[in-house]
């Protein structure tokens, strides 16, 4: 059985923990995040780490180009985040992060790869190994046919060094759903799942897993990621 909310809200230093076992409307969750996003930087609310996963929904980034929507068979979201179309949908697990940066390396870019490390370290956990690529943001691994593949996908956003939005993770969505964008604009890249790989993983098995690593992806935002 997982650990119950509180006590790993009481391992993670304070930080507030929420599982989602139904799907929530990408419109109500991108409201709630905001919200939260401008509580946490006043200093009305704890920190958050928000999991969960959506009804099919095709979201903009900040960089979204028309040309890389292809068939929009499901709503579209403007969401304010970094990057360009992706999709949410049933069987991808998603993970909202909402922390105050100033209480941790002021760092955008050591943010951003803690995340990777966060999820390249769990993946690993399931016996597979992922990296990122000069491809583009996100996690990468090798597809049944041995090309590189998209696994999880990473979009940010920070407001007075708060951060929201986050990453997901395909564990066994329906791939032909990714068929309507170019997923995060890169076009000759292909996008697979823990199932499209034979690994059977429920989401809260995936949470469990993850969360058993969320203490070194907080000690990771205490490191300025070194200058290139």
Request: aromatic share 8%.
């Amino acid at each position: 059985m997982l650990e119950d909310t509180t006590r790993l809200a009481s391992s993670l230093s304070g930080l507030e923990i929420r599982r989602e076992d139904s799907p929530v409307p990408y419109r109500a969750a991108l409201e709630e995040m905001t919200r939260r996003n401008a509580e946490i930087a006043a200093g009305e609310a704890r920190e958050l780490i928000w999991l969960l996963d959506h009804q099919p929904v095709y979201t903009a980034g900040t960089s979204a180009a028309p040309s890389d929507l292809l068939d929009p068979r499901f709503e579209i979201v403007e969401a304010g985040r970094g990057g360009r179309y992706t999709y949410h949908g049933p069987g991808q697990r998603i993970t909202y992060v909402l922390l105050d940066l100033t209480k941790r390396a002021r760092d955008v870019r050591g943010f951003v790869s803690a995340l990777e490390s966060w999820v390249i370290a769990t993946l690993g956990d399931f016996g597979v190994e992922s990296w990122r690529s000069e491809a583009g943001v996100g996690i990468w691994t090798r597809d049944i046919d041995g090309a590189e593949a998209k696994i999880g996908a990473i979009g940010v956003r920070i407001r007075k060094w708060v951060t929201m939005h986050g990453f997901s993770v395909n564990l066994s969505p329906d791939l032909s759903h990714f068929s309507g964008i170019v997923p995060c604009g890169i076009a000759e890249k292909g996008v697979t799942s823990l199932e499209r790989l034979g690994i059977n993983v429920s989401a809260a098995v995936w949470d469990e897993a993850l969360l058993k690593r969320a203490g070194e992806f907080l000690t990771l935002l205490d490191q300025p990621c070194p200058k290139a």
